[in-house]
T-cell receptor
Framework: KNQVEQSPQSLIILEGKNCTLQCNYTVSPFSNLRWYKQDTGRGPVSLTIMTFSENTKSNGRYTATLDADTKQSSLHITASQLSDSASYIC???????????FGAGTRLFVKA | DVKVTQSSRYLVKRTGEKVFLECVQDMDHENMFWYRQDPGLGLRLIYFSYDVKMKEKGDIPEGYSVSREKKERFSLILESASTNQTSMYLCASNFRVGPTNNEQFFGPGTRLTVL
């Protein structure tokens, strides 16, 4: 069964600290993996995308990694800011580009 | 800037009512999607459309129907709303291109409460 599991469900960190969010997937055949950020009351916005051959991708303070062998991805946030408080959703697309599987998300709270 | 708009941010309806949720995108995208988002479950695909008048069932189509009469507009219809359809509804769109150009652009969502 195609699944995307994220951990932790929620996370509280202090402003300025780093954190890492995890995503494990059992999707096949794999095409690409995206991380989305969803602010409260808004729709998700894409942060990064990685294909099978890419193992890291950065977008400012956000760095995503992908291990296609173990089917794991992580999203690392450096020097967190209050505006990083949001849900982070891992999304895997199957080959063909159409079928996408969404993780349930990690809710991140950054406190001053 | 891509813009996907949804007709309402908040909606309260009664059981049995017919409910229309409208979505409009301004980027000439071929594909449009309707999802519902519930805590702990992630986004689940209800229906999608890859062209005008074309529609495909997603993972949870029961109790819903859709309409796409124009390329920029995709409507979700709840024929007879039930309390278990209380949820956040998100519309998205993207181009029909290669698998790595499949970023979906989302609207702000409609929070529907069925009493």
């Amino acid at each position: 069964k195609n699944q995307v599991e994220q951990s932790p469900q929620s996370l509280i960190i202090l402003e300025g600290k780093n954190c890492t969010l995890q995503c494990n997937y059992t999707v096949s055949p794999f095409s690409n993996l995206r991380w989305y950020k969803q602010d409260t009351g808004r729709g998700p916005v894409s942060l990064t995308i990685m294909t099978f051959s890419e193992n890291t991708k950065s977008n400012g303070r956000y760095t995503a990694t992908l291990d296609a062998d173990t089917k794991q991805s992580s999203l690392h946030i450096t020097a967190s800011q209050l505006s990083d408080s949001a849900s982070y959703i891992c999304v895997v697309t199957l080959t063909g580009g159409f079928k996408t599987i969404f993780g349930a998300g990690t809710r991140l709270f950054v406190k001053a | 800037d891509v813009k996907v708009t949804q007709s309402s941010r908040y909606l309260v309806k009664r059981t049995g009512e017919k409910v229309f949720l409208e979505c409009v995108q301004d980027m000439d995208h071929e594909n449009m999607f309707w999802y519902r988002q519930d805590p702990g479950l992630g986004l689940r695909l209800i229906y999608f459309s890859y062209d005008v008048k074309m529609k495909e069932k997603g993972d949870i189509p029961e109790g819903y129907s859709v309409s796409r009469e124009k390329k920029e507009r995709f409507s979700l219809i709840l024929e007879s709303a039930s309390t278990n359809q209380t949820s956040m509804y998100l519309c998205a769109s993207n181009f029909r291109v290669g698998p790595t150009n499949n970023e979906q652009f989302f609207g702000p969502g409609t929070r529907l409460t069925v009493l």
